[in-house]
């Protein structure tokens, strides 16, 4: 079985950090590029950033570019997200999602809860 777990949400105050985790287990993680996505009830959903393979590059969303940071360890089949000075438009479900080198259908894991408040 295909699986993406997602860790690391919470309650954070703004201008604070927080590091998402995303566990892959049932794939050969480094035959897939992986991304971050989120979304809120008022919004649709977004990318937030993306990195290929090996790791070699990434891409980000404007609004995120110079505080948030993608990363994958594939030895231990596992992407983050270092987010920093965080701001209350960032509050929302986080979203782990990976695809095939060679395309396909886009896997999901089940997200978990951001929320960036005073």
């Known amino acids: 079985q295909v699986q993406l777990v997602e860790s690391g949400g919470g309650l954070v105050q703004p201008g604070g950090s927080l590091r998402l985790s995303c566990a892959a287990s049932?794939?050969?993680?480094?035959?897939?590029?992986m991304s971050w996505y989120r979304q809120t009830p008022a919004k649709a959903r977004e990318l937030v950033a993306d990195i290929t393979r090996a790791g070699g590059s990434t891409n980000y969303a404007e609004s995120v570019k110079g505080r948030f940071t993608i990363s994958r360890d594939n030895a231990k089949n596992t992407v983050f997200l270092q987010m920093n000075s965080l701001k209350p438009e960032d509050t929302a479900v986080y979203y782990c999602?990976?695809?095939?080198?060679?395309?396909?259908?886009?896997?999901w894991g089940q997200g978990t809860q951001v929320t960036v408040s005073s």
């Open positions: 049932g794939l050969t993680f480094s035959s897939y590029s």
């Open positions: 999602s990976a695809l095939h080198w060679y395309g396909g259908t886009r896997l």
